[in-house]
């Protein structure tokens, strides 16, 4: 008989994946600073409430994930994964308690929702149900979303459109798709983030039988896709900054990104094979701090000047 050894807090840390909630964090902190811009007020507890419930929601889909792949056998001691994100192979935990931690990170974060809502608010609620679909589909189910195609864009327009337009809809009870615009660099951001971890691992998950967007591309040209992805965030981003900061705010923007721009560089001609994977990951993360924090400074300071 197998013997578990007991989840401790560092595993339970290591399942949130707590460097990976930039794509939760920031999407909320924007679809805050929305409902400031267009007029309503929100207060400190609540904006936290807000930002929590969806780390929380995060941490969920992240344990859940790590439990799909080892039930599956995606993942092996062999892929090219730092042992703080191959929990489950480098310590003996029982599956169920994996399954019931992500069960558990889920509850919080629709709680940390609920406790938001000033009264009973049908299209914020509408918006909880699809996140919560969302979570529990996204690597199980008969059609995990993951598996599909699909799986990088569903996960860039969910995290970072959706959570904005969320956040909006809880103080100002109205579904504006316009912010969906307005956060176009989270929603690429975040796709490529999913892109470049899902062309890492072609090969693994073509034996998983996973029909990822790069599996169906291939390495060749979904580098090539990567590539135009880039340029395209990079552009919507200028144009938002200029949009909201006038052109002081675009030059100020445009000088650190020359400051960065062997980094930003990095992230143009990676390779994307497994061998580079953390590295890349690495790398494509901290573009997204410095690009959409950057984005989000802009709207503050956009707020004071009014």
Not at 121 to 144: A, C, D, E, H, R
Not at 271 to 290: A, K, Y
Request: proline share 3%; aromatic share 12%; charged share 15%.
């Amino acid at each position: 008989m197998k013997t578990y050894q007991k989840m401790t807090l560092k595993n339970i840390i290591n399942f949130a994946n707590p460097k990976s909630f930039v794509a939760s964090i920031i999407p909320s902190i924007f679809g805050i600073l929305m409902l400031i811009k267009s007029g309503y007020s929100i207060s400190l507890l609540r904006s936290l409430g807000l930002v929590l419930s969806c780390v929380f929601l995060q941490s969920s889909v992240n344990t859940i994930n790590d439990y799909s792949d080892f039930i599956n056998g995606v993942d092996s001691k062999e892929d090219n994964l730092k042992e703080s994100d191959n929990i489950m192979f480098y310590n003996c935990i029982r599956p169920e308690s994996v399954r019931n931690l992500g069960l558990f990170f889920l509850t919080i974060g629709i709680v940390f929702g609920l406790l938001t809502l000033e009264s009973i608010n049908y299209k914020s609620i509408i918006i909880g149900i699809i996140g919560v679909i969302t979570v529990l589909n996204y690597s199980m189910g008969p059609f995990p979303i993951s598996y599909l195609p699909v799986g990088e864009v569903f996960s860039g327009i969910v995290m970072g459109g959706l959570i904005p337009i969320g956040v909006f809809s809880v103080i100002s009870e109205k579904i504006d798709f316009t912010i969906m615009g307005y956060a176009m660099p989270f929603i690429i951001g975040i796709s490529l983030i999913m892109m470049s971890n899902n062309s890492s691992d072609i090969e693994k998950d073509k034996k998983a039988n996973r029909n990822t967007l790069a599996v169906v591309m291939g390495r060749k040209n979904i580098r090539i896709l990567y590539k135009i992805l880039i340029i395209v965030w990079f552009i919507s981003q200028f144009y938002l900054v200029l949009y909201f900061g006038g052109y002081k705010a675009l030059i100020i923007d445009l000088i650190i990104f020359f400051l960065k721009r062997k980094f930003i560089f990095r992230i143009f001609t990676a390779s994307l094979i497994p061998q580079d994977r953390v590295r890349q990951m690495m790398d494509i993360g901290l573009t997204n701090i410095l690009l959409n924090f950057s984005y989000l400074v802009i709207i503050v300071i956009s707020l004071i000047g009014e």
